[in-house]
Structures are given as C-alpha cells and as structure tokens.
C-alpha cells in the first residue's frame, strides 16, 4: 500500500478514536468528575470563575456542607451545591470527605429496615459525615449518633449508591446570576 493511500486511513482513525481518547484523559487532581466533596473552611467564597480576579457570587458559611465537583482545573472546582446553585471554589477549600445533607426530616435508624428502632432524627437541612451505601441505606454519622438513612432523604449520594432509578431531580443545575449570599442556618 502506498503512503498517498495510507495517511488518508491513518487520519480517519485518528480522527474516530480522539473522542474515546478524550474521555479517558484522568482530569487535573486524578479523581473521576462527577463527585461528591465537603466544604472544608467555615467560611468559603464561590466565585464567578476558576480565578481569584471573578467576583464572589456565593458565600458559604457552613464546614462539612457537601458539594459536587462537576469540573475542574488544576487549582480550581466547579461545584454544585445542595440548592443546584454553581460556583467555582479553590480546591484548598474542599474536603474529599463525603457528607450529606438531610432533605427533610430523617430518621436514623438502628439497622437499614424499615420499621427498625430510630436511633435520631435529623432536622431538614442537617449536615452529616457519610460512611457508607448498600441497598438504599446509608449510614450516617452526626452529632455523636450514628444510624441509617433511606437514600431518598439525601442529598450528596451517586446514583449508583441509591439502589434504584436515578434521581434526575437531583442531576439538575439551577443557574443564577444572583448576588451574593450567606448559607448561614435560619
């Protein structure tokens, strides 16, 4: 075969295999995008884009506030936050320890059964330390109690930890261009 005919066909298959290869580049930190993170800080400023120079359009005042990583440069996260709102946050900023928070009202139960004895309950709105999922449980740390949680009362947990259908509610962003705010508890 000659070459005249050969660099056709090499750039053809260059051309179809550059999307596989793309999505398998490993991003900036290693860590796959989606994820799940915490907040590290108290205080900790989402901003309009990955630099310093962007204007802070979030302020978030609440350690261990769970966010999802949905994209990233080598310093810098774009989140979303348990309200849908997106942010760019320094990477100095989040922890890669899983929290979650309670949608509503939820009871922690002893074992992952309905009906089984309540260890605590949770008020909506409640941040707490995520140790595992298995069958639409998960276990659930806060406050020195520790129990389960039915998975639909959560926000913070993959799809594949809920153990059934995707919750699309919860995969859509809600966009503003709102000024900034405190997530300050009421």
């Known amino acids: 075969m000659g070459l ?8 053809a298959a260059l051309v179809l295999c550059a999307p ?3 999505q398998d580049a490993p991003t900036p930190s290693g860590f796959p995008v989606p994820r ?6 108290g205080v900790a400023n ?5 630099e310093q120079a962007h204007p802070i359009v979030w302020r978030y005042v609440r350690a261990g506030l769970p966010m999802e990583v949905i994209a990233e440069t080598a310093d810098w996260r774009r ?8 942010t760019w946050m320094h990477r100095s900023l989040l922890s ?35 140790e595992r999922c298995r069958d639409g449980w998960c276990r659930i740390e806060a406050q020195g109690h520790r129990g389960w949680a039915d998975v639909s009362t959560l926000w913070g947990i993959y799809d594949s930890e809920r153990g059934g259908p995707a919750a699309a509610a919860q995969r859509n962003p809600a966009l503003s261009a709102s000024s900034p705010h405190d997530t300050a508890p009421g």
């Open 96 to 130: 890669a320890r899983r929290s979650v928070i309670a949608l509503n009202e939820t009871a922690l139960l002893v074992r992952p059964a309905d009906g089984a004895p309540v260890e605590a309950v949770a008020d909506a709105g409640a941040v707490m330390w995520l």
């Open 46 to 50: 989402g901003r309009a884009g990955p």
């Open 4 to 11: 005249n005919r050969l660099i056709p066909i090499l750039l």
């Open 20 to 22: 596989v290869a793309a």
């Open 36 to 41: 799940f993170v915490s907040l590290k800080a």
């Open 79 to 86: 989140v979303r936050d348990p309200d849908g709102e997106v």
